[in-house]
């Protein structure tokens, strides 16, 4: 199956092959890793073919010429596939659409091999092994930890192209529900803040603490709803709950923007902060002081469908440890603040 096909254009004439798709797969598709070597590996394999022949690397591409490019060869991988109950919203041919749940990451990281959803989702498909990179077999995006809720997986290396040129191309719709700490100013609004590494702790990103090298970030805000907590009048005696679309996807956006500008997620441990526990307030709402993870889910994703091209959209419904914060926050709050609806 053909991972791209793409026609040379004026601006690329008499330009070597091997650089040429060099430049234009890893300009396209970064998270595949193309480099030359492995480029040319492939022209020699006769796995791609201009104008439907075999070439060699150091042919000149010329204007119009049609380049096709087919999937690698199946690759090797140390990842195990271990048993897991998958929440899947759907499956067919191309893709599989998830509903990650929290505590789990997802993929293996530094000292992690094993207990990952990359793991679990190579033993539902192993031909996932030779779809994406060897340790993130079929992922195209990625939720934290403890963030829970829809991711859309590939299951073949064209549809892992598509999918990642329409995040790259911010063409996939994404949103989240969150509770965070004290009210926001107003009933919605945009957080518009470049964030980076933090400049002493490599673990962490900031826009306020950042390292030079900072990229643009965007984050859509609107509250459903807010509920007094405790009897002070500082921001921790408010619980808002939010509706959140990301524009952009850096890494931990949701979570700096809200906590740069203090209104932290319920429950974040890395940049919650110290929470000061408030001078009076209801016995039973002590879950939401001592919610063991950030109060963030992914709710809804919306994407091009790599195969069928038809805009597909999934939502998957709150984690039960959320529902049951708002259902402690609806219960035991001493006052509510004003209702704001589902809308944006």
């Given at each position: 199956m053909a991972v791209c096909r793409v026609a040379v254009g004026r601006e690329h004439q008499g330009m070597r092959l091997d650089l040429f798709l060099t430049r234009h797969l890893g300009g396209l598709y970064p998270e595949e890793g193309w480099n030359r070597s492995g480029i040319q590996k492939m022209i020699g394999a006769g796995r791609i073919t201009v104008n439907g022949r075999t070439s060699k690397p150091a042919n000149r591409v010329k204007t119009g010429d049609r380049i096709e490019v087919l999937s690698p060869l199946p690759k090797e991988t140390s990842l195990v596939p271990e048993a897991g109950a998958l929440d899947v919203l759907y499956e067919d041919e191309d893709c599989l659409v998830l509903n990650k749940p929290p505590g789990i990451a997802v993929h293996p990281g530094a000292g992690r091999r094993g207990g990952t959803l990359a793991n679990q989702l190579l033993h539902h498909c192993p031909g996932l092994a030779g779809v994406g990179s060897e340790r993130r077999p079929g992922i195209v995006h990625r939720l934290d930890k403890d963030t829970s809720g829809v991711m859309v997986v590939a299951k073949t290396a064209l549809a892992f192209q598509?999918?990642?040129?329409?995040?790259?191309?911010?063409?996939?719709?994404?949103?989240?529900?969150?509770?965070?700490w004290g009210k926001m100013p107003g009933r919605k609004g945009l957080m518009d803040r470049?964030?980076?590494?933090?400049?002493?702790?490599?673990?962490?990103?900031?826009?306020?603490?950042?390292?030079?090298?900072?990229?643009?970030?965007?984050?859509?805000?609107?509250?459903?709803?807010?509920?007094?907590v405790a009897g002070d009048s500082d921001r921790w005696s408010w619980v808002s709950f939010l509706r959140l679309k990301p524009r952009t996807g850096r890494t931990h956006q949701i979570r700096v923007h809200l906590a740069e500008q203090g209104n932290p997620v319920v429950g974040d441990r890395v940049y919650g902060g110290k929470r000061r526990r408030p001078s009076q307030g209801p016995v039973e709402l002590r879950p939401v002081d001592e919610f063991p993870r950030q109060a963030l889910h992914a709710e809804r994703l919306a994407f091009q469908h790599p195969r069928a091209q038809k805009r597909m959209e999934f939502c998957a419904p709150m984690a039960e440890d959320m529902r049951q914060l708002l259902a402690v926050l609806k219960a035991g709050q001493l006052e509510e603040g004003e209702k704001y609806g589902q809308g944006g």
């Open positions: 598509h999918l990642v040129r329409q995040f790259k191309e911010r063409r996939v719709d994404k949103e989240y529900v969150a509770f965070v470049p964030i980076g590494r933090h400049r002493s702790d490599r673990k962490r990103m900031s826009t306020l603490r950042a390292v030079a090298q900072v990229r643009e970030a965007l984050t859509e805000w609107h509250t459903i709803s807010a509920f007094k």
